[in-house]
């Protein structure tokens, strides 16, 4: 009896022993081939450390492919400050070459976090200075890659073209109108580091950076270069408080060129007021043509065969009604009897903004 019991027991243990295998198998196969993907993942976020490669924004060309907003490459200081083994010299190296405290310096060297993006002074940096922080060959001191926008003709089209902040997105313009398709897709230099932040012997993953669409304006250089300098010549000579110019195909409607003063720098909008860098004129200011825009009325009236500037004659009396409202001519008393070619030489206003206007309408 006693050796039947014992038996019984051996059987029990044994079955339980088997069970628990059965258990830890099918963990296993449940970690390592349906769980497998979720956890490989989980593991990389906590094994892997990326170094940001920024994306160039797309490039904006005139309708003959001139460049008219370009990208320069820059470099900019990250650090991964568990890697920096001695902080108190990191700190005050990169502090005298960046000029800035060595109290602000520490504040990046011992934060609490994974990648430390050294902001805003160690962004864009020039060769120079990238070159000394790069001899210094520090542990867990990286400089990545990054991208500038770069505008090469200055003050030419920057109300159009706009421009841009420290992190590359648009701010104004074309640059932030269309943002979304100018702003590419950042890539990075992936490595494996252990839970101290130390530096594993795995191989490297690189993902490459996806740039930003290019689009092209309708603007023409050739053209836009003349209007530029000829607004230059206006302001210089007459110093108005404001001046602009647009140039429109007539057969379609494209803008050919567009400029307005004051103007700026896009590469350097913070040194412009709010008002210099916001106000796009042709688009924002309202603008009464006056006399100058009688020639358009006309030429439509002859292109339409509307009138004839030779035979056709209209009495100018110095006034006229027209909808129940009085539109005077600005001499008084008028011009009397005069052809067509007289209205347009003597500017006179009845005729050419009333008759005329009158009778293209019935012409649509």
Known sequence: MFLKNIHKRIKIIFLIIVFGFILI?????????IDYNKLNDLANDLWSRNLPIEADRGRIYDSSKMLLADNLTTTSLVLIPNQITNKEQVSSDLAEILNVSVEEMEKHVYKKTSIERVHPEGRRLSFEVADKIDSLKHDGVYLVKESK???????????VLGYVGIDNQGLSGLELQYNDYLTGEGGAIKY???AKGERLTLSEVYEKPQNGIDIMLTINYDIQSVVERELD?????????????????PNNGEILATASRPTFDSNNYQNYTIEEISRNLPIWATYEPGSTFKIITLASALE???????????????????????IKCWKAGGHGLQTFLQVVENSCNLPVNTRTFLDLLKTL
Request: aromatic share 14%.
């Open 304 to 326: 339409e065969k509307i009138v004839d500037l030779e035979k056709d004659t209209f009495y100018d009396s110095g006034s006229i009604s027209v909808e129940g409202g009085r």
């Open 25 to 33: 198998i099918a963990k296993v196969f449940y970690i390592q081939v």
């Open 192 to 194: 494996y580091s252990d």
């Open 233 to 249: 010549n206006v302001v210089t000579k007459y110093n108005p408080d404001n001046a602009l110019a647009i140039a429109m195909n």
């Open 149 to 159: 926008r770069y505008y090469p003709y200055d003050t030419m089209l920057s109300h």
